[in-house]
């Protein structure tokens, strides 16, 4: 091996050691972010039963930010939206349901939009704007068919 040869070798080697650490790592990171996600969802939901509305909002937003799919982000914006509402927090509902609706609508998933409208419904029964409250229930049932 030649000098030129030598060098070439010697500067491939941390190139293949790189590419060999950053393989493991994003499917190891992968496998780490879908076991946080779980957790962390599973957490929330039995928060959420025992209304401890707060640690449940938090626990979703930990499994939002460790979830591989921007659906399983959706359910969990919609149950922050949901979990806001029982706690009267309503701008934050909707907030929360209209960051739900842009994925939902961008990945075409009608039936758990249909859900995001059955929630933008109930919300606008609660401030009495019941034409509203209407038209959102219908289009909930239209997009649960």
Same mark, same amino acid.
């Given at each position: 091996?030649?000098?030129?040869q030598?060098?070439?070798?010697?500067?491939?080697?941390?190139?293949?050691?790189?590419?060999?650490?950053?393989?493991?790592s994003?499917?190891?990171?992968?496998?780490?972010?879908?076991?946080?996600?779980?957790?962390n969802?599973?957490?929330?939901?039995d928060?959420y039963?025992? #209304?401890?509305?707060?640690? &449940?909002i938090? +626990?979703?937003? @930990? !499994?939002? =930010?460790?979830?591989?799919?921007?659906?399983?982000?959706?359910?969990?914006?919609l149950?922050?939206g949901?979990?806001?509402?029982?706690? #009267?927090?309503?701008?934050? &509902?909707?907030? +929360?349901?209209? @960051? !739900?609706? =842009?994925?939902?609508?961008?990945?075409?998933?009608?039936r758990?939009?249909?859900?995001?409208y059955?929630?933008?419904?109930?919300?606008?029964?609660?401030?009495?704007?019941f034409?509203?409250?209407?038209y959102?229930?219908?289009?909930?049932?239209?997009?649960?068919?």
């Open positions: 091996m030649n000098t030129s030598k060098n070439l070798f010697i500067l491939r080697r941390p190139l293949l050691f790189v590419c060999v650490v950053m393989f493991f994003v499917g190891f990171g992968q496998e780490l972010n879908t076991s946080e996600y779980k957790h969802y599973k957490s929330a939901s928060f039963r025992i #209304s401890e509305y707060r640690k &449940a938090s +626990k979703w937003g @930990e !499994a939002a =930010k460790y979830s591989n799919s921007e659906y399983d982000k959706a359910k969990c914006y149950n922050m949901v979990t806001y509402k029982a706690l #009267s927090i309503l701008d934050s &509902a909707l907030y +929360k349901y209209n @960051e !739900a609706e =842009k994925i939902l609508v961008e990945l075409d998933s009608l758990l939009l249909g859900r995001v059955n929630n933008f419904g109930t919300l606008k029964l609660r401030s009495g704007a034409n509203d409250a209407q959102y229930f219908l289009l909930s049932l239209k997009l649960k068919e």
